[in-house]
């Protein structure tokens, strides 16, 4: 079985399971929230953001109790491109788009490269969604408020958002070799390296340490400090100018254990309730994301199973690297094990934030219910490190 019908049997609902999916969200979901609700005095206890923060918590949770990914799937109908066509006409801003190598997208928010200056800076964001959702127009809120911040100190700064093929299109490396195509585009009209941040959230995180970490192999291999061939992967041979790095890399609840096994981390037992995502998705996710790819690639993606010796010389590729996580989140004792034990280990300028009381991809869910994510510490935390990182 090739890996496309592999991920199409995965994929396939039928429609009677269609029929109970909108059944669900109908008839069952408004009465599993209000159950959920109130039960939520005992949870709030300590609880430092604010009701309406809560309230959409327990909404999401409800979600992931009742609906597989193949459900949501069906659900989030449309594309990366078309919810930012909705946000740029929501916003009465023009759209602008740029078709890029190997299928990609290239979605701006802010001035764009027409607007390009000597000293412009670009942030390049992958978007979450367990490479099965297309992004969210709250994350286009988010990034727009950044840019807002981020002009007040006088820097030009665009958001460059890659719309690159869902795992239902498309498996790895497909996805990489977009994200490595776009970095070369934003090389072509004018932006430098030094001026170029990669941020990603969830399963965008992802694909940051995957460009990352590919650069790093090639520039190993290059040095005859490892033999790894990244040609055998199918990835672009794409790198860097020599003696040339990345600004910055931004990941935020980064997933990185991409397997279908059973989780062993104490995390997955710890918050299992107090997340919005359940251990189930993420072996879906993974499930469909690596279906048909060689148990050899995978080390290239489930950043858990890398050896940490890939990860050598990590400061020659990027300047900082800033990762968060939650403390309520499933993925928070996976994602320090990589931060603190493998990114860190080999790049000294490796800021770790672990936001208590967060859950995965938390700071997006301020904008989601209709706050100021300005409200939130993380946020101006990242917002700081944007702005030092810049200066």
């Not at 592999?6 to 609902?13: D, G, I, K, P």
């Not at 978007?127 to 002009?151: C, F, N, R």
């Not at 858990?304 to 990762?323: C, H, N, Q």
């Not at 996580?325 to 860190?344: C, F, N, Q, S, Y």
Request: no cysteine.
């Amino acid at each position: 079985m090739s890996s496309n019908e592999a991920r199409q049997q995965l994929l396939a609902l039928s429609w009677t399971k269609k029929a109970l999916t909108l059944s669900y969200v109908v008839f069952v979901l408004p009465f599993s929230f209000l159950w959920k609700l109130a039960k939520s005095p005992v949870q709030l206890r300590g609880y430092p953001k604010p009701l309406r923060r809560k309230i959409g918590e327990i909404s999401l949770q409800v979600v992931r109790d009742g609906l597989s990914v193949t459900q949501m799937r069906f659900l989030l109908k449309g594309t990366t491109k078309t919810a930012y066509e909705a946000w740029t006409k929501s916003k009465n801003v023009d759209p602008q788009e740029e078709v890029i190598a190997h299928g990609g997208r290239l979605l701006w928010v802010g001035k764009g490269p027409k607007g390009i200056e000597e000293d412009s800076k670009v942030v390049l964001y992958f978007h979450g969604g367990g490479y099965l959702l297309p992004m969210q127009e709250w994350s286009l809120d988010y990034w727009s408020t950044a840019i807002k911040v981020l002009e007040k100190s006088k820097k030009h700064v665009s958001i460059a958002a890659l719309a690159y093929n869902l795992s239902g299109e498309s498996t790895y490396p497909v996805q990489l070799n977009q994200a490595l195509a776009a970095i070369e585009h934003l090389l072509k009209v004018g932006y430098k390296p030094s001026n170029i941040v990669l941020a990603g959230d969830s399963a965008g995180a992802n694909l940051v340490f995957q460009v990352l970490l590919h650069l790093n192999l090639l520039r190993l291999r290059s040095t005859s400090q490892s033999d790894v061939d990244v040609a055998e992967t199918g990835v672009a041979t794409f790198e860097l100018p020599a003696d040339l790095k990345l600004r910055g890399a931004l990941g935020i609840s980064p997933w990185f254990p991409v397997h279908s096994r059973e989780a062993a981390a104490k995390s997955y037992q710890e918050n299992r309730e107090s997340d919005i995502i359940s251990p189930e998705a993420l072996r879906d996710f993974a499930r469909i994301y690596a279906a048909g790819v060689p148990e050899s690639h995978k080390p290239h993606f489930d950043f858990v199973s890398t050896p940490k010796e890939w990860f050598k010389g990590f400061d020659a590729v990027v300047d900082r690297i800033l990762i968060t996580v939650g403390e309520k989140e499933l993925l928070r004792d996976d994602i320090l094990e990589v931060a603190r034990g493998k990114v860190a280990e080999y790049h000294q300028d490796t800021t770790i934030i672990l936001q208590e009381f967060g859950v995965h991809d938390d700071v997006f869910y301020d904008v989601g219910v209709g706050l100021d994510p300005l409200t939130t510490k993380l946020t101006v935390e990242i917002l700081e490190w944007l702005e030092a990182v810049f200066s």
